[in-house]
Nanobody
Framework: QVQLVESGGGSVQAGGSLRLSCSASEFITNTYCLGWFRQANGKEREAVASTYPYNGDIYYSDSVKGRFTISRDNAKNMLYLQMDNLTPEDTGMYYC??????????????????WGQGTQVTVSS
Protein backbone atom coordinates (compact mmCIF):
# COMPACT_ATOMS: atom_id res chain seq x y z
CA GLN A 1 0.00 0.00 0.00
CA VAL A 2 1.45 3.35 -1.06
CA GLN A 3 1.83 5.85 1.76
CA LEU A 4 1.83 9.61 1.32
CA VAL A 5 3.57 11.95 3.76
CA GLU A 6 3.18 15.73 3.61
CA SER A 7 5.67 18.28 4.90
CA GLY A 8 6.49 21.96 4.59
CA GLY A 9 3.60 23.49 6.46
CA GLY A 10 4.08 26.28 8.96
CA SER A 11 3.09 29.76 10.00
CA VAL A 12 3.51 32.73 7.69
CA GLN A 13 2.22 36.26 7.40
CA ALA A 14 -0.22 37.29 4.72
CA GLY A 15 1.55 37.84 1.42
CA GLY A 16 4.17 35.23 2.22
CA SER A 17 4.95 31.91 0.56
CA LEU A 18 5.25 28.27 1.51
CA ARG A 19 6.17 25.16 -0.44
CA LEU A 20 4.48 21.94 0.55
CA SER A 21 5.94 18.57 -0.31
CA CYS A 22 4.33 15.15 -0.50
CA SER A 23 6.50 12.07 -0.52
CA ALA A 24 5.19 8.75 -1.83
CA SER A 25 6.59 5.53 -0.37
CA GLU A 26 6.75 3.97 -3.82
CA PHE A 27 6.46 4.95 -7.46
CA ILE A 28 3.06 6.14 -8.66
CA THR A 29 2.47 5.77 -12.37
CA ASN A 30 1.60 8.73 -14.55
CA THR A 31 -1.91 7.38 -15.02
CA TYR A 32 -2.82 8.27 -11.44
CA CYS A 33 -3.97 11.74 -10.55
CA LEU A 34 -2.29 13.42 -7.58
CA GLY A 35 -3.85 16.32 -5.80
CA TRP A 36 -3.80 18.72 -2.88
CA PHE A 37 -6.78 19.38 -0.65
CA ARG A 38 -7.25 21.49 2.44
CA GLN A 39 -9.59 21.66 5.39
CA ALA A 40 -10.11 24.63 7.67
CA ASN A 41 -11.51 24.27 11.16
CA GLY A 42 -15.24 23.67 11.03
CA LYS A 43 -15.32 23.47 7.25
CA GLU A 44 -15.46 20.69 4.73
CA ARG A 45 -12.40 19.49 2.88
CA GLU A 46 -11.95 21.36 -0.38
CA ALA A 47 -9.86 20.79 -3.44
CA VAL A 48 -6.86 23.01 -4.11
CA ALA A 49 -5.11 21.57 -7.16
CA SER A 50 -4.48 18.32 -9.00
CA THR A 51 -2.23 17.07 -11.75
CA TYR A 52 -2.54 14.24 -14.27
CA PRO A 53 0.91 13.76 -15.81
CA TYR A 54 -0.30 11.24 -18.38
CA ASN A 55 -1.73 14.05 -20.50
CA GLY A 56 -0.41 17.12 -18.69
CA ASP A 57 -3.75 18.26 -17.31
CA ILE A 58 -3.61 20.48 -14.25
CA TYR A 59 -6.59 21.75 -12.27
CA TYR A 60 -6.82 24.58 -9.76
CA SER A 61 -9.67 25.77 -7.62
CA ASP A 62 -10.75 29.32 -8.37
CA SER A 63 -9.63 30.44 -4.92
CA VAL A 64 -5.97 29.60 -5.56
CA LYS A 65 -5.65 30.04 -9.31
CA GLY A 66 -2.75 32.35 -10.11
CA ARG A 67 -1.23 32.01 -6.63
CA PHE A 68 -0.55 28.29 -6.19
CA THR A 69 1.43 25.97 -8.46
CA ILE A 70 1.28 22.18 -8.34
CA SER A 71 4.16 20.14 -9.67
CA ARG A 72 5.35 16.56 -9.63
CA ASP A 73 8.78 14.94 -9.74
CA ASN A 74 8.28 11.33 -10.75
CA ALA A 75 11.96 10.48 -10.38
CA LYS A 76 11.77 11.37 -6.68
CA ASN A 77 8.20 10.18 -6.06
CA MET A 78 7.37 13.72 -4.93
CA LEU A 79 4.44 16.09 -5.31
CA TYR A 80 4.77 19.79 -4.53
CA LEU A 81 2.52 22.77 -3.95
CA GLN A 82 4.10 26.20 -4.22
CA MET A 83 1.87 28.70 -2.46
CA ASP A 84 2.46 32.41 -3.03
CA ASN A 85 0.66 35.52 -1.89
CA LEU A 86 -0.96 33.63 0.96
CA THR A 87 -3.99 35.03 2.74
CA PRO A 88 -5.59 34.12 6.10
CA GLU A 89 -8.29 32.30 4.11
CA ASP A 90 -5.63 29.79 3.05
CA THR A 91 -5.23 28.61 6.65
CA GLY A 92 -5.97 24.93 7.16
CA MET A 93 -4.67 21.40 7.12
CA TYR A 94 -3.32 20.50 3.71
CA TYR A 95 -3.46 16.94 2.42
CA CYS A 96 -2.03 15.27 -0.63
CA UNK A 97 -3.99 12.45 -2.22
CA UNK A 98 -3.86 9.90 -5.03
CA UNK A 99 -6.70 9.23 -7.41
CA UNK A 100 -8.94 6.26 -6.64
CA UNK A 101 -8.18 4.64 -9.99
CA UNK A 102 -6.18 5.42 -13.12
CA UNK A 103 -7.72 7.56 -15.81
CA UNK A 104 -9.48 10.16 -13.69
CA UNK A 105 -8.30 13.55 -12.58
CA UNK A 106 -10.07 16.60 -11.30
CA UNK A 107 -11.05 18.30 -8.08
CA UNK A 108 -13.63 15.94 -6.60
CA UNK A 109 -12.46 14.60 -3.23
CA UNK A 110 -14.58 11.47 -3.58
CA UNK A 111 -12.46 10.35 -6.51
CA UNK A 112 -9.31 10.25 -4.39
CA UNK A 113 -8.70 7.19 -2.26
CA UNK A 114 -5.25 7.49 -0.75
CA TRP A 115 -4.55 10.34 1.66
CA GLY A 116 -1.62 11.61 3.67
CA GLN A 117 -1.87 12.69 7.30
CA GLY A 118 -1.76 16.39 6.49
CA THR A 119 0.44 19.39 7.22
CA GLN A 120 -0.83 22.54 8.91
CA VAL A 121 -0.65 25.93 7.20
CA THR A 122 -1.43 29.03 9.23
CA VAL A 123 -1.51 32.47 7.63
CA SER A 124 -1.78 35.49 9.89
CA SER A 125 -2.92 38.95 8.85
Amino acid sequence: QVQLVESGGGSVQAGGSLRLSCSASEFITNTYCLGWFRQANGKEREAVASTYPYNGDIYYSDSVKGRFTISRDNAKNMLYLQMDNLTPEDTGMYYCARGRKPGYCGLTAGNFALWGQGTQVTVSS
